[in-house]
């Protein structure tokens, strides 16, 4: 059994070399210290770009949030106003079905802007949250698509660079044993 596993063996060894000279040569690097340098910028720029782009995904989800406050805001200030000019709270509240749950929402809300608020100065108005949105949205599809070329680069250097170790490697003990057998 020895014999046929060693044979098999070695055309794998050889679809790997052939699979790798070829990328070598469609790539036109002249040696593996030229492969490790491309692929560690390649990674480099993966890491960046997809920093980037979870970078987007957060603001996008922070503004989202906040114009759903800010909107919930506005629906249930003329309601909370109400509420809470009224002297008996509890009759109001009877007299008025729903209302507990508006006064809810509004108090929430209100804490959420003051947050914002006092995190960053100002909260924007809700046409400039939908402009910043909508600038984020095209920059995180322009930056999508650049991950997207950056990570199939990355994938054939990986297993250019994968390929160029197992090629490159002397055998360990273990492999030799193994091929003994």
């Known amino acids: ?75 249930t200030k003329d309601t909370y106003v109400a509420f809470s000019k009224a002297r008996n709270k509890e009759k109001f509240i009877i007299q ?27 909260v924007p108005s809700s046409k400039e949250i939908k402009s910043i949105l909508e600038a984020l949205q095209t920059n995180k599809t322009i930056k999508y698509e650049e991950y997207r070329i950056i990570k199939a680069e990355r994938d054939e250097l990986t297993r250019l660079h994968i390929n160029l170790q197992k090629i490159t490697s002397t055998p360990t003990k273990e492999r030799v044993w193994e091929n003994a057998k």
């Open 1 to 75: 059994m020895a014999p046929a596993s060693g044979y098999w063996g070695s055309i794998q060894n050889a679809k790997i070399s052939a699979e790798t000279l070829n990328l070598l040569r469609s790539k036109g690097f002249k040696n593996a210290d030229e492969v490790e340098v491309k692929y560690k910028e390649v990674n480099n720029q993966f890491d960046t770009t997809l920093s980037s782009l979870k970078n987007m995904e957060s603001q996008i989800k922070q503004l989202t949030e906040l114009q759903t406050q800010l909107r919930i805001y506005g629906r």
């Open 96 to 122: 008025n079905s729903g209302v507990d749950g508006q006064v809810m929402l509004h108090e929430t809300a209100r804490k959420h802007l003051n947050a914002y608020k006092k995190e960053y100065g100002v």
